[in-house]
Nanobody, 116 residues
């Protein structure tokens, strides 16, 4: 059984930093295209950043410059380093794993709250 478990969310002041982690249980994060999404209250879920199975990285405009997505292969963890956080970054952040054969796994999310 595959499970993705996010952690690292919390309350932080504007301008602060957080690092989110996503641990793959029953899944190797190295073998999937891995993504971070987020969903703010009253809004649709949106893509934040992606890293392909060959290591290529993609950032949406909201994440460029401030966020960094990476894998810790030894620990089988997907990371999202978030710097210079803004109140508008407040959302539930979700980890997602996909491959070309239709696998599509989601974690339950971790709450990030940025106070002004």
């Amino acid at each position: 059984q595959v499970e993705l478990v996010e952690s690292g969310g919390g309350l932080v002041q504007a301008g602060g930093s957080l690092t989110l982690s996503c641990t793959g249980d029953g899944l190797s994060v190295a073998d999937y295209g891995m993504n971070w999404y987020r969903q703010a209250p009253g809004k649709e879920r949106e893509l934040v950043a992606s890293v392909g199975d060959h290591g290529s990285r993609y950032y949406t405009d909201l994440a460029k410059v401030r966020f960094t997505i990476s894998r810790d292969y030894e620990s089988n963890v997907l990371l999202l380093q978030m710097n210079k956080l803004k109140p508008e970054d407040t959302a539930i952040y979700y980890c997602n794993a996909r491959n070309l054969w239709g696998a599509d796994y989601w974690g339950r999310g971790t709450q990030v709250t940025v106070s002004s």
